[in-house]
């Protein structure tokens, strides 16, 4: 188990959001999860800690092969081997992990979106499977329960992009649509100022409308004898929503400071849901 904690310590460290989703999970379950979030993050840095287009380009290359070698058993990483654990215990199909990497391919192939039709595209690659995997491990009877995971997923990427916003486009990529940067009247490099004007916070706020409309369609796709299996994921749906909440509270300022939820109340919350969950599942049961 030394590589898992290696890998949670660096995807999932103590006081994370994905820490506290993944409190309550069985360890196979959890530990599936993380090879899977650890993966994703083995791409990105590839791409976003990158300075010499061809190195990253070579490395990109290697894992585009280490994802076929994990499907016939032959790999070289040592993550890869707990993916060919986490593949064969829960069947998730190769198409997953390639999505993933079409994903951060994109990432060096371009630096803006001309309509969000197109970035839902990124948002389905980099995020819709790993939800999408996240319903698939944790098991379900209902195949709906497969859309809530992918509506999930694609508000988990939209709130990854809105959070990290002002750091994405000082790197030279941005993820706002560039048609509602026009409708905003807002210009590209205003995202990476630390202040927030009326028309930015008008822009930000429809951001979140739309996260929060991917993870209200979630929920509703999710059968009520499904949600303690998918528990994990209603948890960190909370989390996300709650945070953004406060970001919403706060006058949409995450251009000028981060807000964050401390693991406190992140706790707080992954136990309260939990608990409310087993009630639920009790409740049908009698």
């Known amino acids: 188990m030394q590589a898992e904690k290696i890998y ?17 999970l069985e360890p196979p379950r959890r530990y599936a999860l993380l090879a899977l979030h650890s ?15 061809g190195v990253t380009q070579t490395k990109l290359g290697w894992w585009r092969e280490e994802i076929d070698r994990i499907y016939t058993g032959d790999t070289r ?15 998730l199909p190769q ?4 999505e993933m990497f079409d994903a951060v391919t994109m990432d060096l192939q371009r630096s803006q979106y001309p309509t969000f039709t197109e970035l839902s595209l990124y948002c389905r690659r980099s995020g819709g499977v790993i939800g999408s995997a996240w319903a698939e491990i944790c ?19 939209l709130s990854e992009l809105l959070l990290d916003l002002r750091r994405d486009n000082a790197a030279g990529r941005c993820y706002v649509p560039h048609d509602e940067l026009q409708r905003f009247q807002v210009q590209r490099s205003e995202l990476s100022l630390p202040q927030t004007s009326a028309r930015v916070s008008a822009l930000l706020r429809f951001q979140l409308q739309r996260i929060r409309e991917f993870f209200s369609g979630a929920v509703e796709r999710l059968a009520p004898s499904e949600r303690l299996r998918q528990s994990s994921a209603l948890i960190m749906l909370q989390l996300n929503r709650t ?11 995450l251009l000028e400071h981060e807000i964050q939820l401390t693991p406190l109340r992140k706790y707080w919350l992954a136990r309260k849901i939990q608990r409310a969950e087993r009630r639920r599942a009790k409740n049908l049961h009698r």
């Open 243 to 253: 945070l953004l909440d406060e970001v919403e509270r706060d006058g949409m300022r």
């Open 39 to 53: 993966l994703r993050r083995e791409l990105r840095d590839a791409v976003r800690k990158g300075t010499d287009f």
């Open 139 to 157: 098991g379900y009877s209902d195949r709906s329960t497969l859309k809530f995971g992918h509506q999930f997923g694609m508000g988990l990427a």
């Open 95 to 98: 198409e997953y992990l390639l």
């Open 8 to 24: 949670s310590d660096v995807v999932a460290p103590r006081g994370s959001s994905l820490y506290y989703s993944l409190l309550y």
């Open 77 to 91: 990483h040592p993550l890869a081997a707990h993916l060919c654990r986490a593949v064969s215990d829960y069947a």
